[in-house]
């Protein structure tokens, strides 16, 4: 714990998520049909991430706080770069290729958003007034908007999720909230009639997956018959016929979870979401702990995103919730977004870790 | 404006700020164990409320029931010549998804076998139809050089398949197109009449003849493997077999050999032959010409041949042996002359033939065939030579009630029941007949041109085999069969076709029949007998009987000159024989569309037929001994 404490790492969190991680390694190496190129691969993420996450964590609150906007708008560029000159993969531009690596800017805004609405909010005392919430929800949007545009309807939501989560951290009146739901209403039919034609499939489908088995119906039917044909116990670690004869469709990344489920049944399930309970709660009880607003907020922020990715992809595999592309945090296999994550862990326990003094 | 100037003075207030933010922690940390709930909730509903539904969409999912098509049963001569058989052909296959790039593979596999534009086309025509996981066909029948082409290049072609399946073949083609019949590829007309599940991986199925009516004896069983499937349909792994039962083997009455030789005997004649065991009813023969490939409608046609076949003029899909109709001509004189004498007619007593027969207060004459006329003439010359003038007055004292009495029970007007299907059953007139399709009384001429089996008679040369093998038999008719057993290849069991069946026992006083006989000896024998010349230095006994079929009738003073009447108008010549007279063998009905006389045309090639089955035969069979020879 000296060593934690002097690396500014929390081990109970810490704990969990290595947990978590290890769990994704076996998961990740049945999803992919016993792949070990595959395994190593994600092997090598995971330790790209946790040097993420021990650097993110030694960078103290304040500093933070105040490149805040700093990283708000490099990230705002980097997502009209790549809608301009993005790479794109299977239709959609997510991409950005610097040669050696590419990456994802929308990544960049899962901690960008957080921290700038954060640190506007937190400029003021709390609860926030209208002009602020409107300038909060205006730095929510308007990069949600360049994410749907490339499209990538998941990473939106996630950050449409965690602006209106700090939002509502900063005690936001509920009045303001009435108001917001409101807008969001009269807005629906518009929102809806911008969506892509398989996006609007897969909400339709969410209600009836068996109206069409074999098209927009058939990953959810998939994987609920793989969920579901699991039972209590599960059919057994590299055994779940769901998984290993390729019925369920991206195995190894967004649906991910259901193969977990189909291996190791409601029990394996329950003992994993306790898990993520387990980081969630603990990253609540550090938001507890923090000293200042803006590391409050941000934290208590980032901890409920992390809580939202996870339930939102749980909700989506098991079908209470339309089919948005999302991974299972910590679990699914691939992406810049294992790397966000973790810095956003190493932002958490960096916040509370790092002796502030009062302003 | 104002409110962002003013918001400027505010003084922060951290502990404010931290009970506020606490308080909407706490309530957050509710909603998270709430949406926990909601999932663990939709989990547990999946996996122990829904489970057994769930478990049940999983073994669907994956478990395949690969049906195994059965080997079709072979159909033999009765000397076990093979007339219907499998071959393997290959088929090319190719799985879009599984190639590396589709475009390439077909352009290399076409460098290697070379398609045709028509197979590339349908190739395109097919990749738009079906999911890109699923096979699609390149090409059918490749040669063996072709597949094995394919075979050892098999690496470099990922998704491209081999497909091997069994393909009807009938080494005899048009000679036993006929009676064996074809397979076809299943229509669909043919899918709303079967139990699809029993054709199961089967593609053919029987359309006429005998692949037809012993369909279900020949397909076999259709057996099954339980096979674990991917997503993509791909066989993982098979977990059950279930071998499939091949069909019987067919064995048939007929003599290949002997069909050919009747074959060759035609010639270029339209025509039909029908060859019969008298006492047992086996088709020896059983020839219609022309004929056709039936190899055609396994292995596809060319662009028009079907259509060709189908408006030919000679009609060569027509099985004339079965279907044609014909006015039997003077082939049933031996009949009318036993129903004669059975009423009374002395076979001893001469009448005279001028040349031609008028009723009674009518000018019209009917005309013998010999415009000299017979002069004095017996029952038995009367058969002999074929007078018309003799019959048209016994057909006049008999009546056409008697006549077609005495015909039904040579089995005229009736489905003989050979097992083919939709034998049609000719035509006996009576009076009742006319009124009831005619609305007509009956004519006492039609009665006399009835004599001599014109007017509104008609029969199939298989009736007219069957008639002659019951003369043959002295009354007794026999069901004609071209099944002699079924045998099954697995078991070695054997199961004998229907025994020999008596179809119509006439109590025929044996005089009578003994006197038709007589008649018939002398027609081939005899010194004056229409068909003498066909007898003439034969080294065994027969008797027969010719005929003539016309197709005009020729008016009162008109003369039938063959060559001034069109070629599709020319009478059909007709002849029954049946041999040796005294052990028939073999009962024989041969017709010559448009051939002219029974005489000059039909007989001779009866004749070739009975001497290859008595002599050239059994020369052969003494050199290379066959079972079933002599049985």
Redesign the interface.
Known sequence: MILGNRLHIDGALFFGIVMLLGVGLFVVFSASGKDWDLLQRHGIRILVSLVALLLAAQVPPDALQRWSPYVFFVGMGALVLVLVLGYADRGAQRWLDFGVIRFQPSEIMKLAVPMAVVWIL??????P?L??LILALALTLLPACLVIIQPDLGTAVLLIISGL?AV????VRWRHLLMLIAVVAATAPYLWYRLHDYQQARIVTMFNPWADPMGSGYHII?S?????????VGKGWLRG??SQ???IPERSTDFIFAVF?EEF??IG??VL?VLY?FV??RS?VL??RTQ??YS??LV?SLA?TF?FYV?VN??MV???LPVVGIPLPLISYGGTSMVTLMAAFGIIMGACTHRRL?? | MKSFLKMGVHILDPKRDSSITKQRLLLTTMLVLVLTMVVLGRLYFLQVVKHDRYRTLSVENRIGLLPVPPVRGRIFDRNGEILAENYPVYELEVIPDQTQDLKRTVRELNDLISLSDAELNRFERLLKTRPSFEPRLLKHSLSYREASLIAVNQYRFPGVALRASLRRFYPYAGLTAHAVGYVARISGEDLRQIDRSAYRGTRYIGQLGIEAQYEDQLLGVAGYETVELNAHSRIVRSLDQHAPMSGWNVHLTLDVALQKVAREALGNHRGAVVALRPETGDVLAFVSTPDYDPNLFASGFGLHSYDDLRTSPDKPLLNRALYGRYAPGSTIKPILAMAAMDHGLNPKKNFFCGGSFKLSGRDRPYRCWNRDGHGDLNLLQAIEESCDSFFYQLALELGIENMSSWLGNFGFGQTTGIDLNDEPSGLVPNRDWKRRTHGEAWFPGETVIAGIGQGYLLATPLQLAVATAAIANHGKRVQPRLLAQFENLETGEIVPGPEVRITANTAVDSFLLDTAIQGMIAVVHGPRGTARASGRGAAYRMAGKTGTSQLVSIGQDEEYDADSVPERLRDHALYITFAPVDRPRIALAVVVENAGSGSRVAAPIARKILDYYFIERLRRAAVTPRINDFG
């Open positions: 937190t400029r003021r005392p709390l609860p007034r002009p602020d989560l509502f951290l900063a005690g998939q609920q018959i793989a969920v579901g044909s699991a039972g209590i016929t769901q004869l390729e019925f489920a049944g409601l399930a329950a979401l309970l969630v709660g609540l938001a507890y200042d607003s409050r907020l208590g409920l809580f339930f749980v909700a098991t079908g209470v009062m302003s």
